[in-house]
């Protein structure tokens, strides 16, 4: 390509990029429609704006439930009622004590922080930074040892840092 062929498409691009310019910044700032009407004894009729009670009253009508942010969050409320009397019931009637477990992989580099939160994720332990407090009163953070555990909610902290630590 020459020099002067260059310069001259540099400038049609240019000129193409403020003629476009030109035109949305200048030109019209709402889009009419260009449908014209099936029959010119026909009007096009504007879209009016329904007032709330015809819309609820449309969807409605149409099978859709409408409640308001209010009405919304008694239902929510209501509804987490119901499933805790369901689960306290289920709890009582069988006598029996949820009890998590899982399988906890220690790998090379983990301190007893991580362990504490992997174990708090997992339900077993309540707070992970209190059993990183247990391991450091004991001396045993250093003690960490690789492998894979199986623990569960229902041991105490010294069981699981007995078979986590060496």
Excluded: C, H
Excluded at 22 to 36: C, D, N
């Amino acid at each position: 390509m020459t020099a002067n062929s260059l310069r001259s498409f540099a400038a049609g691009l240019l000129v193409a990029a403020v003629l476009t310019g030109g035109a949305y910044f200048f030109g019209a700032s709402e889009a009419k429609s260009t449908q014209k009407p099936a029959d010119k004894t026909e009007k096009v009729v504007k879209q009016e704006k329904l007032t709330d009670k015809e819309m609820i009253g449309l969807l409605s009508s149409k099978g859709y439930v409408i409640n308001t942010e209010d009405e919304w969050s008694e239902q929510l409320a209501a509804a987490a009622k119901v499933n805790e009397k369901t689960e306290e019931k289920s709890n009582k009637e069988t006598g029996e004590k949820v009890v998590y477990r899982t399988i906890l992989t220690v790998s090379m580099g983990m301190t007893s922080i991580d362990v504490g939160n992997a174990l708090e994720r997992a339900n077993i332990i309540d707070s992970g930074i209190q059993f990183y407090k247990d391991v450091e009163k004991r001396g045993l953070a250093n003690e960490l040892r690789p492998g894979t555990f199986e623990v569960e909610s229902g041991m105490t902290t010294d069981e699981i840092i007995s078979v986590i630590f060496k």
